[in-house]
């Protein structure tokens, strides 16, 4: 009996060998790859490992996992390769237990951050990742702080985030949000003063940079803004710059390092009550997402 027994197991497990797909033969998986770099537009670095086939939810199909190494970031996805190998399909699956933009906004850590419009209990908020020295982030500033404070003031509620890209791209704009910062910890008031500032004067700051990098101190026009703000504003001189001589750069770092979990790539990187905008948009683009989002609060 026991000999039997042992038999049969033999022979199951020799059946699940047998049934455990064969590895795609090298050409085939050279075209998986084009397919994967193309239809993602990856970067020239970017880089492909394959996994080993398993069976697919779709009959006929089997899936293949590819983990894809880009700029920083790691994913794994399966892709469906056809059983003769002729097709392959790309499928999303979602999970509709959970609301997608419920579940930014639970990730969004607005703690200590100014804002503008409508207070917490505002039915639509607006996040915004945002760089001082990204003409983008510029041209997003003047649209939808324009468009809130004169037609949604009582029902949209703004909160900057700090997003500043490398310092080799955007020299300036570290600085900036530390500086912008500092004026934060004594008068909120004083932030949005500077943001309006820097934005609709990004080229005049470009010039005073490039003039004050060539004297040696290409941060100075930057201080002195903030300064110059901070004497009209009333604020305490000694405390603003003992702030700007030891910024804190982990609050900013953790706000880069936030945007990036939750996908923003790019500057600005805005949030309607989780839905996620990148680039500049116009008022009309702006005015229907903040409507829909609206309506949406409503029910």
């Known amino acids: 009996m ?7 197991a033999l022979l199951l497990v020799a059946g699940c060998l047998a049934q455990a797909p064969a590895p795609l033969p090298p050409q085939l998986l050279q075209r998986v790859d084009h397919y994967v770099r193309q239809y993602i537009e990856l970067s020239p670095q970017a880089k492909l490992t394959f996994g080993a086939l398993h069976a697919a939810d779709i009959p006929g199909y089997r899936a293949l996992p590819v983990t894809i190494e880009d700029q920083g970031k790691t994913r794994t996805a399966d892709f469906l390769v056809s059983a003769d190998g002729a097709r392959m399909i790309y499928v999303s699956r979602f999970d509709l237990s959970l609301d997608p933009y419920e579940e930014v906004v639970s990730k969004l850590d607005l703690r200590g951050r100014p ?7 505002a039915p639509v908020t607006v996040v915004v990742f945002d760089d001082f020295q990204c003409p983008f982030c510029a041209q997003m500033h003047v649209v939808l702080n324009n468009l809130v404070m004169s037609e949604y003031r009582d029902r949209v509620r703004v909160v900057y985030k700090d997003f500043p890209v490398s310092a080799e791209t955007h020299p300036w704009s570290v600085r900036a949000a530390e500086d912008a910062n500092c004026l934060l910890a004594q008068k909120q008031e004083a ?3 500077f943001a309006d500032y820097v934005h609709t004067h990004l080229e005049l700051m470009n010039q005073k940079y490039s003039a004050a990098k060539a004297a040696g101190s290409p941060l100075q026009p930057i201080d002195a803004v903030t300064t110059t703000l901070g004497t009209k504003m009333g604020l305490d001189a000694a405390a603003l710059r003992a702030c700007m001589a030891a910024p804190d750069r982990k609050a900013i770092d953790a706000s880069l390092n936030q945007g990036r979990a939750l996908g923003a790539g790019a ?5 309607i009550n989780g839905e996620r905008l990148e680039g500049a948009y116009s008022a009309a683009e702006l005015r229907a997402a903040l409507e829909r989002a ?3 609060a409503r029910h």
């Open 115 to 121: 804002t503008r419009g409508a207070g917490p209990g």
């Open 2 to 8: 026991f000999r039997r027994i042992l038999f049969a």
């Open 267 to 271: 500057t600005p990187t805005t949030y």
């Open 294 to 296: 609206l309506r949406e």
């Open 191 to 193: 932030y949005w003063t």
